[in-house]
């Protein structure tokens, strides 16, 4: 993130105009002035540069684990034992992840019965419990089965796209480059869910999407 950027919000926060602002508006300035906070431009400059120190090594770190899960072909077999100590909720977005990448993805199931198929084979894969006879918690859980589509995956998905194009054009370009803006209204915005997002990005990026910029974030 800029200082620049931050300087001239916390000088417009400080203003008559924004002490007019509506409700939405004036909670817009103050969210953005706490994530340039979070990110320690408020700070000083040596204790920023502490914490820029802090936060290459850490993004070192989780590059180098991205890398090394991504390049590693080992197969993980979890027993109950392993998963001691796992909250309820770590295991069931493992679950919840997986049923929305197979539901939406390329060769989904193609009726109730193939639902309930899926879910008997993947509950006692990742939660280690056989799925109760005729139980299916996607007949309740809205999220997966409407428009929201593939939203478990789509966060993080989302997070690594916005990263790229930040880091690839926006960053570069500059942020209120209107030419940058342009593009990106036109050749992703505009095109939206009518076509693969991978083929938008590509053409918007001028290369292939990478999730390198979300590593070193």
């Known amino acids: 993130m800029r200082k620049d950027v931050y300087e001239r919000v916390l000088a417009f926060s400080k203003t008559d105009e924004c002490a007019n602002l509506g409700e939405y508006e004036a909670h817009f300035v103050k969210a953005s002035l706490k994530d340039f906070e ?4 408020a700070l000083s400059s040596g204790d920023g540069e502490k914490l820029k120190s802090l936060l290459e090594k850490d993004a070192g770190i989780c590059s180098e684990y991205g890398t090394n ?3 590693d072909k080992t197969k993980l077999l979890f027993d109950p034992k ?5 909250g309820d909720d770590f295991i069931k977005e493992r679950l919840v ?3 929305d990448l197979t539901i939406h993805g390329t060769d989904p199931p193609k009726d109730a019965a193939g639902l309930q198929d899926l879910v008997d084979e993947l ?5 280690l419990i056989a799925n109760p006879p005729g139980n299916n918690m996607l007949r309740t ?11 478990y995956y789509g966060y993080m998905w989302a997070e690594d796209l916005s990263a790229d194009m930040f880091a690839t054009r926006f960053e570069k370009e500059g942020v209120m480059n209107p030419l940058t803006g342009k593009d990106y209204r036109k050749l992703v915005l505009a095109p939206g869910g009518t076509h693969n997002i991978n083929d938008h990005l590509t053409t918007f ?4 999407p ?4 979300l590593l070193k974030s």
Not at 38 to 41: E, T, V
Not at 210 to 213: C, I, L, N, R, V
């Open 38 to 41: 979070r990110a320690g431009l």
């Open 69 to 71: 899960l991504g390049s």
């Open 82 to 86: 392993d998963l001691e100590g796992c």
């Open 97 to 99: 992840s997986r049923l």
């Open 123 to 127: 509950r006692p894969k990742i939660c």
């Open 141 to 151: 859980f809205g999220h997966l089965m409407n428009q929201y589509s593939a939203s």
């Open 205 to 208: 990026l001028g290369q292939a």
């Open 210 to 213: 990478s999730d390198e910029a």
